[in-house]
């Protein structure tokens, strides 16, 4: 009888450990897939970047269509469903003027920063 039990209890246990190997088996395999699939993201994101930054210094079609050759890739026409517009209005910087409160407001108005200045990498 004790040795039922025992021969049970050991069938148990390493059913349990199965279950146990075979959740962590599929946790790397998602974990895997994931960063794969982030990856894959940066390097179009990276890709979306340069034709962007090609699209807006190349100045004619011809150069823009030879650029695009001489790359080996394949692109397509994207579907209206598949693009987002984002209609959003620019919002100013604080003034200096706000910021200060001293007596120097007069230097404040020559100097003040109304806009941010934006950088861009670019990676070729």
Same mark, same amino acid.
């Given at each position: ?43 179009? /994101?990276?890709? *979306? $970047? ?11 079609? #011809?150069?823009?269509? =030879?650029? &695009? ?14 693009? /987002?517009?984002? *209609? $959003? ?11 200060? #409160?001293?007596?120097? =407001?007069? &230097? ?17």
């Amino acid at each position: 009888m004790k040795l039922v039990k025992f021969i049970h209890a050991v069938v148990v246990v390493v059913l349990v450990l199965l279950v146990y190997v075979r959740q962590r088996v599929e946790l790397l395999k998602v974990g895997y897939e994931v960063r794969s699939k982030e990856v894959a993201y940066l390097d179009l /994101l990276d890709q *979306n $970047r340069i034709l962007d930054y090609n699209v807006n210094t190349l100045s004619s079609p #011809s150069k823009l269509e =030879r650029f &695009l050759k001489a790359t080996n890739k394949k692109y397509r026409i994207a579907s209206r469903r598949e693009i /987002l517009q984002l *209609n $959003r209005e620019p919002q100013e910087a604080p003034s200096v003027r706000a910021l200060d #409160s001293s007596g120097k =407001r007069a &230097l404040a108005g020559l100097l003040s920063l109304k806009a941010q200045a934006e950088a861009t990498m670019v990676n070729k």
